[in-house]
């Protein structure tokens, strides 16, 4: 018997046109679709046109039913993973599932397309030769540790952060790393109300703290402490 394959599918992070032609045929051509929420997904295959069984894969759930879909695929079935928004496994699901199915021989094929950090890092006009993508920042435990760590790193330094958070973890950057580092902050990437702010950690406090609510996930990009 034949065993499928695992493919992990880049959906768009606010633009429907940023989804490739690939994608689409893939999605076509699977058996079953995994989504990290089924009502958002699903109104993405709605919109292509496209009917696929869907079943729910998230952060909560798949610790519990990687071996399940990895034994799916392995018994023939085509399997296409998909995020909300973006390449999954990037600060999403998937790593366990794509872990699995490489412990067990099975061919996984992830298709470049849609990932926030890239147009944020490209756009923020700090150095991208050299950097690190270090996600969310933990909550609570080990956050001020990892800000001190950061705060020596050398290489540019991207950051996910939420809305509601954003102003406090710039202020928290500044605190260790200096209000006058450099830093870029992006939001509602690709959509009708994108804003890429850039300056230093101070400027970028003083604008954000200006508004009266931040909308959109956040991207932040900090320049590498000088040599």
Not at 88 to 101: K, N
């Amino acid at each position: 018997m034949e065993t499928g394959k695992l493919y992990l599918i880049p959906t768009p992070i606010g633009n429907l046109e940023d989804m490739t032609l690939r994608a689409i045929r893939i999605l076509k051509e699977v058996d079953l679709v995994l989504a990290e929420d089924t009502r958002t997904t699903g109104g993405l295959l709605k919109h292509f046109e496209i009917s696929k069984p869907l079943k729910s894969f998230h952060i909560h759930n798949e610790h519990k039913i990687v071996e399940y879909w990895a034994q799916q695929i392995c018994e023939g079935q085509n399997i296409a993973l998909c995020s909300d928004a973006g390449t999954p496994a990037i600060s999403d699901p998937g790593f366990l599932l794509v872990r699995e199915c490489i412990k067990q021989g099975i061919a996984v094929e992830c298709l470049p397309g849609a990932t926030a950090f890239v147009p944020a890092l490209v756009n923020s006009g700090l150095p991208n030769d050299r950097f690190i993508f270090e996600g969310f920042l933990p909550h609570k435990k080990g956050r001020q540790t990892k800000v001190m760590a950061l705060a020596e790193e050398e290489r540019t330094i991207v950051l996910y952060e939420s809305p509601h958070r954003l102003v406090k973890s710039l202020q928290q950057l500044a605190e260790f790393m200096g209000e006058d580092r450099n830093a870029s902050v992006s939001r509602e990437l690709t959509k009708l109300h994108e804003e890429n702010a850039r300056g230093t950690l101070k400027e970028l406090i003083t604008h954000f703290s200006a508004k009266e609510k931040v909308k959109g996930e956040i991207v932040i990009v900090i320049e590498g402490k000088k040599k």
